[in-house]
């Protein structure tokens, strides 16, 4: 069997942050827990708004979440309405000073999360599923991605035995470190049974932007 490393963990530290930023010694499990709640009931209630991450930040007695959306309107709602009603929600069931932050996604047909989202979205309406695979390849290669590849496993078309299917276009270097890879995975629950959805996306290189400062020792300097 082969061994899969997860795209986004295999970079984490080089060249993808954690998706929860905190320290504690004594409540660890208890945290670890609530944000993995936290962040399933975000996304099941904000399912209309494109959600693509959720990130959690614990600064002191406070409590952070980054949101990435593809549509920041149903986040935010009229007046920002939305945004406060699901803060003081928030605020009441952890006890903590919550804080939202909204980034929009520009380019949802580059998130590779979006992406499986919607391949299961179409396969839940009774899209064939070589048509929606084909469909979010081209519209991905059209908006400037160096590759992508996109596998559906389960029951497809109804047939009696699950079976995988996958559409590669374009460059896929899962090992190179420097690869800015995005991983998504969704499920499409349909009348047969759970069809799963994985997408990887391939979106170029990431180079240390940033050159070390040289430093003064006695009359010379030299580059660190």
Known sequence: MGQK????????GINK?????????RDYAKLLVEDVKLKEELKDKLKAAGVSSVEI??????????????RPGIVIGRKG???????????KRTGRDVFIDILEVNKPE?????????????????????RAMRKSVDSALRFGCKGIKVRVSGRLNGNEIARSEWYLQGRLPLHTLR???DYGFS???????????????????IYEQKRRQP??????????
């Not at 998130?111 to 309406?125: F, G, H, M, R, T």
């Not at 499920?187 to 290189?205: F, L, M, P, Q, S």
């Not at 430093?215 to 030299?222: M, T």
Request: aromatic share 12%; no cysteine; charged share 25%.
């Open 5 to 12: 490393v997860h795209p986004y963990g295999f970079r984490l």
């Open 17 to 25: 942050p954690w998706r929860s930023r905190w320290f504690s010694v």
């Open 57 to 70: 930040e614990r600064p002191g007695n406070k409590l952070r979440f980054i949101i990435r959306t593809a």
């Open 81 to 91: 309405t939305e945004i406060e009603k699901l803060k003081t929600e928030l605020a």
């Open 110 to 130: 580059l998130d590779a999360q979006l992406v499986s989202e919607n391949i299961a979205l179409q396969l839940e309406k009774r899209v064939g599923f070589r």
């Open 179 to 181: 690869a800015d890879i």
């Open 187 to 205: 499920e499409a629950r349909t009348t047969y049974g759970v069809i799963g959805v994985k997408t990887w996306i391939y979106r170029g290189d």
């Open 215 to 224: 430093v003064a020792v006695g009359a010379g300097a030299f580059q660190l």
